[in-house]
């Protein structure tokens, strides 16, 4: 299960409308609790950096982007568990590309924008063969 | 000295759940060899099983990408903190198959090969064809109709007659138009649902890098060396598919070079042969079904590499000969010594093709022959100059097409009749388009020939076109 903070699930919504017609992609900062919850403190948008042309249906996080986030998150004692990234237009469940690029143990949370409106987030796990994302259940709250 | 290198989440599970790990090294490949024989569950997510590290990893050293630095031999100072970055992508699908569509590949989607999975890759597949003549033509005919969904097309040349006879792709009413444009029409005639992305420029050195890496497959439709040459290097640097094809007279070759685990054109042929050995289709025919073949087995090839099935021809070359009817396979080996795609390989850029394939050299090479134009031959006979006029080309081509008052000597046995030739007047040699009567008279020199001898620039077709057209073009 992952639990969203109300602020976080808020900002990756807006991020996705913000974005559109463009994908928009950023990574979700928290901790596993020793009970099995994933907890997400904080999520940190970030720079869609694949060519023009395909950023309405691709998206690729800068590696350079990501070591300063990793350094920056493992500074406050958190971790990142996760990446999230919007579906213009298409439903909010992962493609085989997005299959094809995932990384075990990352919860991977999708979001649905439809004519520039987020209408659905979902959350996925890639599966221990790495042949298919798994649901996993989302919660929010304070 | 101590160096610790920084773990991303997703390869915690590996390393019994850690975040950090300390280990002695002085360079970044001895410093992820050390983790890796610590944690050996690790090492086939960081490096492939050529021990080349993962496109989809990144190390970095401080803030920098050992890949911007020198690699696996980047020194990492002590106490210096290395990390390990994954690639993050993803994407939504890509827009569904219409209706329309569905119904014009229906043939395609009841193969359970194909299948809708399988037409959604055609879709979203970006070739690229080099060239758009024989093997170009059933190539962009049938990768069109087949619903790949974007193909680039690379071609400088004009639709002329002599191509119509193998180029089904241009009809006789784009005679004089750029092949690319009548391509292109060809090509969204036979399915609108193609997007077809133009380059109307020689592939060279300075464009190729820029053109091919955009594209996912290669498919080379050339029909010289300096080109087949730049376009394996390309491929090879790029890491992308070269679907290749060859055609001459009655025979074809095609294999598919390019792939991480297979050879490249230079593991078969590390040299090109010496300039004009091997005459090219212009100079020595070919029967124009043969591309039709030699072309849709590159479409086949390409295809099965879209959908990922099938034996493709990797590490295979066909042979087919087409005046027997056989068709045979060569087995071929990836060369470890291979200069290109070997494990210590020494070129890692493009060259000067040209050069390399000693074109240009050639002319220099070779004192060029006194020459005459069509023009100036004619006006010389007109006045009455006693000029002898010697045709080099072979019996069957005389049959086509004769510039009056020329005796046939083929070149082949010009050195062996040069008694035929009176020294104490001038002689002018053609040929079809130069080259052939350019040999005959280096030959002629070299057998000890003392008297006047003279090029016809441009053959028997230049003496069409700037004198007498009654004389047909061949």
């Known amino acids: 299960m992952i639990h969203f903070a109300q602020a976080a699930f808020a900002a990756i919504l807006a991020h996705g409308e913000a974005d559109f017609p463009h994908e928009a992609c950023g990574l979700l900062v928290g901790v596993d609790d020793p009970d099995g919850v994933r907890r997400i403190a904080v999520a940190r948008g970030l720079a869609n950096v694949r060519e023009p042309a395909a950023k309405h249906h691709r998206f690729l996080i800068a590696p350079e982007d990501l070591l300063r986030e990793e350094k920056r998150v493992r500074g406050e004692g958190r971790e990142i568990v996760g990446f999230y990234h919007s579906h213009p237009d298409h439903p909010a469940v992962p493609s085989r590309y997005d299959l094809e690029h995932a990384w075990p143990f990352y919860s991977y949370v999708v979001v649905a924008v439809h004519a520039g409106r987020a209408v659905e987030a979902l959350a996925w796990r890639l599966s221990d063969d790495r042949s298919r994302f798994d649901p996993e259940a989302l919660v929010k709250g304070d | 000295m101590s160096v610790s290198i920084l773990i991303p989440g997703a390869l915690r599970g590996f ?20 983790l890796t024989a610590e944690h050996a569950s690790l090492r086939p997510h960081l490096f492939d099983d050529a021990g080349v590290l993962r496109s989809f990893v990144n190390v970095y050293v401080g803030d920098a990408d050992i890949r911007t630095l020198a690699g696996m031999a980047t020194p990492v100072p002590a106490g210096s903190e290395m990390m390990i970055v994954p690639s993050i992508a993803g994407g939504s699908p890509q827009p569904g198959l219409t209706h ?38 059933p190539l962009g005919m049938y990768l ?10 690379v071609d400088f040349d004009l639709v002329d007659a002599s191509n119509l006879q193998r180029q089904i792709i241009h009809g006789t009413r784009d005679v004089g138009r750029p092949k690319i444009a009548s391509a292109r029409d060809r090509l969204a005639d036979i399915n609108p649902n193609v997007k077809i992305e133009t380059f109307e420029t020689r592939l060279t050195s300075a464009n190729a890098m820029e053109i091919l890496r955009d594209f996912d497959i290669v498919v080379d439709g050339t029909d010289n060396f300096p080109t087949r040459y730049l376009v394996n290097d390309a491929c090879v640097l790029l890491g992308k598919p070269n679907v290749y094809g060859s055609i001459f007279r009655f025979e074809g070759q095609a294999s598919v070079f390019g792939m991480p685990d297979g050879p490249c054109y230079r593991c078969l042929y590390p040299e090109p042969p010496p300039p004009g050995l091997v005459p090219s289709c212009a100079e020595g025919g070919v029967l124009g079904v043969l591309p039709g073949i030699v072309g849709t087995i590159q479409a086949t090839e390409t295809i099965k590499l879209i959908l990922g099935g099938g034996s493709p021809l990797v590490g295979r070359l066909l042979l087919f000969d087409a005046w027997t009817m056989k ?137 069409s076109r700037e004198v007498d057209s009654s004389v047909p073009t061949y």
Not at chain 2, 15 to 34: F, H, K, S, Y
Not at chain 2, 109 to 123: D, R, S, T
Not at chain 2, 144 to 153: C, D, Y
Not at chain 2, 359 to 373: D, L, N, S, V, Y
């Open chain 2, 15 to 34: 390393i019994d759940g850690r975040a950090e790990v300390r280990v002695e090294a002085t360079t970044a490949g001895e410093a992820l060899a050390a």
């Open chain 2, 100 to 137: 329309e569509e569905i119904g014009r590949y229906s043939r395609h989607l009841i193969l359970p090969e194909v299948g809708m999975e399988g037409q959604q890759k055609l879709k979203d597949a970006r070739v690229l064809l080099v060239g758009t003549g024989g093997l170009g033509a």
């Open chain 2, 144 to 153: 069109a109709a087949a619903g790949v969904g974007t193909l680039g097309l």
């Open chain 2, 327 to 463: 068709f045979r396979e060569l087995k071929l080996q990836k060369d470890p010594a291979c200069a290109l795609c070997g494990p210590n390989r020494t070129i890692d850029g493009l060259i000067d093709y040209e050069v390399f394939c000693g074109i240009g050299a050639e002319t220099t090479a070779a004192a060029a022959p006194a020459a005459i134009t069509a023009t100036k031959l004619k006006q010389r006979i007109d006045a009455g100059q006693a000029v002898q006029l010697i045709d080099v080309r072979e019996p069957h081509e005389a049959a086509i097409a004769r510039i009056p008052g020329a005796r046939l000597i083929p070149l082949g046995e010009v050195v062996a009749r040069a008694g035929e030739l009176d020294p104490s007047r001038e002689a002018v040699l053609h040929c079809k388009g130069g080259t052939r009567s350019s040999k005959a008279i280096a030959a002629l020199r070299d057998s000890g020939y003392t008297g006047p001898l003279v090029n016809l620039t441009g053959g028997i077709g230049a003496w």
